[in-house]
């Protein structure tokens, strides 16, 4: 039924639901856990370019649709405020630090990216004035303004340095035309000052990598998906709990789920950040007391939030496991942040090994895909990264908001007709049985 669900239909896209596993449409109707990833699946995964911070200096506002780079080629032309140096040098990294590939058609150059972040920094350089515009093997190449006279740049392409789930950066080795060698690294500011072990390893032993200079930072903005807010707003109405399992950082992730209502101001959240076994024992237990005298007298609302570090020893460690499990399931709502594809398997396999209700878990990624096929059912949605994971789900929707009548329409009819016909076999067999 949710096939022809007209309302489940998404039009723009030419998108409709898609039930790959019809035994179990009755479990949507009894779903008490929901483990959703954040990118792609409450956000609509298309990255905007806000502004930036390049050598002290901000450019950019929050009430701005689009970047403008007037500012940037202003100050590139006349470095009055002393930072043209580092401008050339982040313009630099964001036209040549990527996996992009770009295909020239007609007179344009149309830019395929793995990731949407990608795309949107190579077209903040892009427009910017470095014009990235060839890719080839063992080369890169992209055109740069020099006050109004575009130059040619070609760097050789020694090595790509693949993103790393764990690291959450990639990078770059590029010779340049002088002859000098650069490694160009971009992701998460507070992971360790190297990219992936195994790929950086054999640059450690050559000493490439050394004397890192931070050259500026990016803000890009990823909007809330349409109806995101009253989808949870139901979900956690019905006595649902919604874990949100995300690769973001803390101040993101809260900041997220006040926009999208999963957490509010009534209720009292609480965050779990240590890397130290004994602080995060001694916290967990803690909370447990005081939470536990406090909703016996008011009822109170609470909202788990952990980091990875901290996530990592609770997953190792059986005594930790079973104080955090408390602890979370009987939480409001529970976020993770900075999970990798590991932990949020992890997590959601905890859940449906000691809870009683089912779990649905939904994304939008190949690195949700673990974590779809870890719980009782898996939803997966058709996002800016492809099909992956609605390729490898029970059951497939176009956008977050079509898990309001997946639950609430198609799972809760689906498991009345299961009782009706269920009753319908008993008192039939009993019929029979009376009339022999």
């Not at 096939?3 to 896209?13: F, I, R, T, V």
């Not at 080839?136 to 790509?160: C, H």
């Not at 032993?205 to 949870?232: C, F, H, N, Y």
Request: glycine fraction near 6%.
């Amino acid at each position: 039924f949710a096939l022809k669900d007209a309302e489940m239909y998404d039009e723009h896209n030419d998108i409709a639901a898609e039930a790959r596993s019809s035994m179990l449409t009755g479990e949507l109707g009894e779903v008490k856990y929901v483990m959703a990833d954040k990118t792609g699946t409450l956000t609509r995964n298309k990255m905007v370019f806000k502004n930036c911070s390049v050598g002290g200096v901000k450019y950019g506002s929050k009430k701005q649709e689009s970047f403008n780079p007037r500012m940037i080629l202003s100050d590139l032309k006349s470095n009055r405020r002393g930072n043209s140096g580092d401008l050339h040098q982040f313009l630099t990294a964001c036209a040549v630090c990527h996996t992009v590939v770009p295909e020239k058609k007609l007179d344009t150059v149309v830019m395929h990216a793995s990731s949407p972040d990608e795309y949107a920094l190579v077209g903040f350089a892009y427009n910017a004035g470095f014009k990235f515009h060839t890719r080839t093997p063992s080369m890169i190449m992209f055109t740069e303004l020099q006050g109004d006279v575009p130059i040619e740049r070609q760097f050789e392409l020694l090595q790509v340095l693949e993103f790393d789930s764990v690291c959450k950066r990639m990078g770059v080795v590029v010779k340049r035309e002088d002859g000098s060698l650069r490694l160009y690294i971009k992701g998460a500011l507070d992971q360790p000052d190297s990219a992936s072990r195994s790929d950086l390893m054999h640059l450690v032993e050559s000493d490439l990598v050394r004397e890192m200079k931070l050259i500026g930072a990016s803000a890009i903005e990823d909007r809330l998906q349409e109806k995101v807010p009253e989808t949870i707003t139901k979900i956690l109405s019905a006595g649902m709990h919604l874990w949100m399992l995300t690769g973001d950082k803390l101040e993101t992730a809260i900041n997220i789920g006040f926009s999208c209502n999963l957490i509010s101001n009534k209720v009292t959240i609480l965050v779990l950040k240590s890397p130290v076994t004994e602080e995060v024992t001694s916290q967990l237990r803690l909370w447990l007391t005081q939470i536990g005298e406090k909703r016996l007298q008011k009822g109170l609302r609470t909202a788990l939030l952990v980091e990875s570090s901290s996530l990592d020893l609770i997953l190792a460690d059986y005594d930790l496991t079973t104080d955090f499990l408390r602890l979370a399931l009987a939480s409001h709502t529970v976020i993770c942040c900075r999970c990798t594809p590991l932990q949020k398997a992890s997590v959601t396999r905890l859940v449906r090994q000691n809870s009683s209700g089912c779990v649905l878990a939904i994304g939008d990624g190949g690195n949700d895909i673990a974590m779809i096929q870890e719980a009782h059912v898996g939803v997966g949605i058709h996002g800016q990264e492809g099909n992956q994971a609605a390729m490898s789900a029970d059951f497939s929707i176009a956008q977050f908001k079509h898990l309001d009548r997946l639950l609430f329409v198609h799972g809760s009819l689906s498991l009345f007709r299961t009782n009706r016909t269920l009753l319908y076999t008993i008192y039939k067999n009993a019929l029979e049985m009376g009339v022999v």
